[in-house]
């Protein structure tokens, strides 16, 4: 199971975060990811696994072809890493406008 980071951690290199947002958009398989893309369809491949093994996207057989989706379960981590977050940057930004009496 992917712990709170990893998703981020895999969005953290470009490629993948284009690859992840192609995806985001449409599924599609890795002949059509690769087609857009300046890397090869084996780096495309390695960017995909990265991607499923963070729980970002799912694959499902399609004929010959598998196709590549987005993965709720790990949109929701970064969702509940992300709103752990927020409350407290929400309290800092409060203390800060107390304190500059905004």
């Given at each position: 199971?992917?712990?709170?980071?990893?998703?981020?951690?895999?969005?953290?290199?470009?490629?993948?975060?284009?690859?992840?947002?192609?995806?985001?958009?449409?599924?599609?398989?890795?002949?059509?990811?690769?087609?857009?893309?300046?890397?090869?369809?084996?780096?495309?491949?390695?960017?995909?696994?990265?991607?499923?093994?963070?729980?970002?996207?799912?694959?499902?057989?399609?004929?010959?072809?598998?196709?590549?989706?987005?993965?709720?379960?790990?949109?929701?981590?970064?969702?509940?890493w992300?709103?752990?977050?927020?409350?407290?940057?929400?309290?800092?930004f409060?203390?800060?406008?107390?304190?500059?009496?905004?």
């Amino acid at each position: 199971m992917a712990n709170a980071l990893q998703p981020l951690d895999a969005l953290a290199d470009p490629t993948r975060r284009a690859i992840f947002e192609r995806v985001a958009k449409k599924p599609q398989s890795v002949g059509e990811l690769a087609a857009g893309l300046p890397v090869s369809r084996p780096a495309v491949s390695q960017h995909l696994r990265t991607l499923k093994e963070a729980q970002l996207v799912i694959d499902q057989a399609q004929g010959t072809k598998r196709i590549y989706r987005i993965d709720p379960r790990g949109i929701a981590l970064m969702r509940a890493w992300l709103d752990d977050h927020w409350g407290e940057a929400l309290r800092a930004f409060q203390k800060f406008t107390d304190q500059e009496g905004i």
